[in-house]
């Protein structure tokens, strides 16, 4: 990281702020995670906007993109007459889908859900370590990592890599 590269975290309506930015000035903020994004906001409009601006402005390093489980089947309207409505998990996954479109390497994306997360400051701080090691380093997997992944559901990209976990025995306590 350079004293010229700026990363950036938003959640909600700053998690759209975060994505928008990533294309709107990606070599300014090259690393952005997006935390349960409004991306419901202008009707649906950020995968046309990340679409345009990286065919313009570049691509840039990471993207990590958080939504909790139960915020997944929330209703949102996708249109002006608001007479069509459509879970919010569709345009969270078009929102990564339009980061691939422009050329982001699958591998730059990482894109997840925590079972049980909604659209709060217990989700938000929850899956916050594991966005900021993603930011920085997309391809990192520790044991510690994979035991906690083990507990959220992985949405894209899928991992070929196996880690063993190592499994504690507590009960080997009560044996001595």
């Excluded at 649906?44 to 570049?58: C, R, S, V, Y």
């Excluded at 996954?93 to 049980?116: Q, R």
Aim: one cysteine or more; charged letters at 10%; aromatic letters at 14%.
């Amino acid at each position: 990281m350079t004293l010229q590269e700026v990363s950036m975290v938003g959640v909600s309506y700053g998690g759209l702020t975060s994505c928008y930015a990533a294309t709107a000035l990606p070599s300014y903020f090259r690393r952005v995670y997006c935390m349960s994004p409004s991306v419901w906001w202008n009707y649906q409009q950020l995968p046309n906007l990340i679409m345009a601006n990286g065919q313009t402005n570049g691509l840039p390093l990471s993207i990590v993109i958080y939504i909790g489980s139960l915020e997944m089947t929330d209703e949102e309207t996708t249109n002006v007459n608001k007479t069509s409505f459509e879970p919010w998990f569709i345009p969270v996954n078009d929102t990564a889908n339009a980061f691939l479109s422009i050329g982001l390497p699958s591998n730059a994306l990482y894109f997840f859900t925590a079972d049980g997360g909604n659209h709060d400051y217990v989700a938000w701080t929850t899956n916050f370590a594991l966005g900021i090691v993603k930011m920085y380093t997309p391809n990192f997997t520790s044991i510690y990592q994979k035991q906690y992944q083990d507990n959220v559901n992985i949405i894209y990209p899928i991992t070929t890599s196996v880690v063993t976990p190592i499994v504690i025995n507590n009960n080997d306590d009560n044996n001595a």
